[in-house]
Antibody, heavy 119, light 109 residues
Framework: DVQLVQSGAEVKKPGESLNISCQTSGYSFTSYWIGWVRQTPGKGLEWMGIISPRGSDSRPSPPFQGHVALSVDTSTRTAHLQWNSLGASDTAMYYC????????????WGHGSRVTVST | DIVLTQSPGTLSLSPGDTAFLSCRASQSVVSNYLAWYQQKPGQAPRLLIYAASSRAVDIPDRFSGSGSGTDFTLTISRLEPDDFGLFFCQHYEPSSPWAFGQGTKVEIK
């Protein structure tokens, strides 16, 4: 079975850096792109971006460009979402997802990683 | 950018009823790159429909999608207790930043 296991909840202060992860299993790793989706009570679901399975093609969504970095470690089948400087507006639930291609919806979802940014 | 507007905000229905959920796009969604997801409290969304009308794996045929261009509908026939929750549409049109609708809540009357 396809499994996406995300890292645990994080509590950070504004300005701190953060790396959350999504370890995948149960499928041919090069068969799916990986994406990230943010969910907040105020803005609902938002696409953050997608990355190719080998990590060579990263496509952050315009609102998130320059603020987050998407990466993939093919040796561990793990995707990462990184911030250099968090802000309070980054408080959210973050889901990693699998897509069959860059022109496909999210077929599989991780359970989510909750991030809280607060002084 | 394509903006998706879902209606109604909330549907109050009884088991056995049929639900009609609307998703309207601000611009045409080329090639019907439109998906529907269901989310239950405390869970991640799950894919129901892709390409506007194709059911995802293991989704019962009580769920059906229709529409094209700017108007799309998710129909849930013979509602079961497990069908209630929050439903989102999403476009994956390559020429526009991907976006979700704001959601429709289907609740038990």
């Amino acid at each position: 079975d396809v499994q996406l296991v995300q890292s645990g909840a994080e509590v950070k202060k504004p300005g701190e850096s953060l790396n959350i992860s999504c370890q995948t299993s149960g499928y041919s790793f090069t068969s799916y792109w990986i994406g990230w989706v943010r969910q907040t009570p105020g803005k609902g679901l938002e696409w953050m971006g997608i990355i190719s399975p080998r990590g060579s093609d990263s496509r952050p969504s315009p609102p998130f460009q320059g603020h987050v970095a998407l990466s993939v470690d093919t040796s561990t089948r793990t995707a990462h979402l990184q911030w250099n400087s968090l802000g309070a507006s980054d408080t959210a639930m973050y889901y990693c997802v699998l897509l069959m291609s860059p022109k496909a919806p999210a077929s599989y979802w991780g359970h989510g990683s909750r991030v809280t940014v607060s002084t | 950018d394509i903006v998706l507007t879902q209606s109604p905000g909330t549907l109050s229905l009884s088991p056995g009823d049929t639900a009609f959920l609307s998703c309207r796009a601000s611009q045409s969604v080329v090639s019907n790159y439109l998906a529907w997801y269901q989310q239950k409290p405390g869970q991640a969304p799950r894919l129901l429909i892709y390409a506007a009308s194709s059911r995802a794996v293991d989704i019962p045929d009580r769920f059906s999608g229709s529409g094209s261009g700017t108007d799309f509908t998710l129909t849930i026939s013979r509602l079961e207790p497990d069908d209630f929750g929050l439903f989102f549409c999403q476009h994956y049109e390559p020429s526009s930043p991907w976006a979700f609708g704001q959601g429709t809540k289907v609740e038990i009357k």
